[in-house]
C-alpha cells in the first residue's frame, strides 16, 4: 500500500449558487470586473457569426471555441446561458461572390452555411442555443432602423438610411476613438451621407441585387444593425456579454453599440469580450510589430482595439492564403485544433501554423496515453468514468492519498484561472500537472503491475481520472475518444490489447489441451518482447516491461 497518510481529500468551493468570484476584462471599460448578471443566475450572450460568402478558415473557428468554452464554464458553475451566434446572409461580399459562383445568393448562403456548422461540430462547439440569420429576421431589422429614425438617431438619403453619429456623444468609447479619427464607408454611399463618420443601416438596391420592401424603398440591411436587431430579439436590449474578434471592435461593435445605446436609451451589454486574432506563423516569424499586443493579457487589449481591422498585420485570412478547414481538422483531429486554441490566453494573438499544431499534437498524447494507461489498470475505458458537470465540492473521504490531496488542489488551481477571465492557457497547465501527478501515484504504487496492484490504489487513480475529466470537459476536451488517436497511438494500443487477448486465449487453449510446448512458445515469445503474464483467478494479465 502507498501513501496512505494524507486526510480525507476535499475541496471547500461548495457553492449553492453561481459562483461570484468570476472576472472578466471588460474593452469598454478597459479592466477586470467581477461577473454579476443582469437577471440572477442567468446570462445572455451574443457572439458575431460569420459572413457566409466562402468557406470557413481556421481564423472563423477562434471565436466559436473560445465562447463555447466560456459558455460550458458558466454552466459547470450554475448560470442558465443562452448563446447567439448570428449568420450574416446577406452582403456585398456574399452577392459578388455569388455572381462569381454563377450561383443565387441565398444558395452560397445555404452551403456556406452548412460548411461553417460542421467546422463547428469537428471543433466540439456544440452549446450555441441561436443562430439567427439577418434574411430571416428582415421585419426585426427594419423595425429598428425605423425606431433610430424616428427618434432623430437616423437620417434617411435617397433611398439609404443612415446613422448620425454626431448625435450619439458616446460614441467612439469602445474603440477609443476620436470623433476625428472616424472614418465611414466612402464610394458613392459617401456623397449622402451628413458627415463621413455616418454609416448605413439601410441600403437602396442596385439592379438585379437581393432585396426586400421596407418605408424607404426596395433594399438590404447594412450589416452592423443586423446584431443590434436579432441580439435584441432574443436577448433583450441590455444583454450580458457580447463577444468577437478585435478586429471587430470597430466599426462593427462601436456601431452596434451606438445604435442599441440610443435607441433604447440603455446599455446594450455589461461586458464587452474580444478574442486575439489568429497569426499565420509561417508567414510573419515571430510575433512583433504594430500588431503584437499579446505581450501582456491583462492589459492589451485596450491599444489593440484602435487599430483598425485591416492594420493587423498577419491576420489569418482567405486572402493570406488559410482554408481547407475540413481537409485540416480531417489531418489534425478537431480536438488537436480545439486545444491549441485553448492553450493560450483568449486575449492573445494566436500564431497559427504545422509546428504549433504539431506542438498540441504532442501535448495531447500526453493525457491519452494515460488513459491508456488508465484502461489496462482499471479495466475500463477512461472515457466512460461518470464526473462532475457542476461546480460543487468533490469528496471522495474513502480516499486517503497523497497524490490526490494534490489532484484537489490543482483543480482549485484551475477553478481559479477559469475565475480570472477564464485564462485557459493557465488552466491548462494545471491540467498537465494532473496528469503528471496521476503518472506519479502509477509509477509509485506498482499499478500496472497486478501483482502490485490494489483496489485501494485503482480507486485513488480513478478519482484523479475523474477530476481531469471534469475539468477537461469545462475546456470541452476528452468528451469522447479523438479519431485520429484511436488511428494512431490510442488505436494501436486498442490492437494491441486485442492481440495480446487473442494469444493468451490461444496460450489457455493450449494448455486445457496440455499442449505445453505451445504454451510454453507464447510465454517464451512474449517474454523475449519484454512482455510477461500473471495468471490470477480474474485470468490472465500482461504487462509490458520498459526497456
Ligand atoms: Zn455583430
Redesign the pocket.
Known sequence: MAAATAPAPTVSNEKSHPDTTIRIYNTLSKVKEPFETIEPSKVGM?L??PTVYAEAHIGHMVGPVIFDTVKRYLTYCGYEVTWVV?I?DVDDKLINSAKARGISMFQLATQMTADYLSNLKSLGVDQIDHMPRATENMDEIIKFVQELVDQSFAYVSGGDVFFDVTRDPQYGRLSNRSVDAQQGEGGEAAARKRSSGDFALWKSAKPNEPSWDSPWGKGRPG??I??SAM?RRILGKTFDI?G?GLD?VFP??EN?LAQSRCCHNAPMVKYWMHNGLMRASAATGKVGGKSDRNADTTTTTANATTEPADDVAGKISRSKGAGGLAQLIEKQTGERIRFFLLKSHYRSTTLFGDEPLAEAGTALETFYRLFDRYERIAGVSAYSIEFNKRRSEFTAPEIKSDAISEVLRLRESFLAKMDDDFNTGGAVSDLFDISRCLNRLIESTGLEDSKKRTPDNVAALTAGIKILRELAAILGLFLKPCKQSSQSEGGSAEVVEGLMQLIIQIRADARTKKDFATSDLVRNGLTSLGITLQDGKDGTLWEQKKS
Open positions: 451574443y458575431c457569426g448570428n450574416t450589416w452592423h443586423e446584431c441580439s457580447h468577437g471587430l462593427h461593435h452596434e
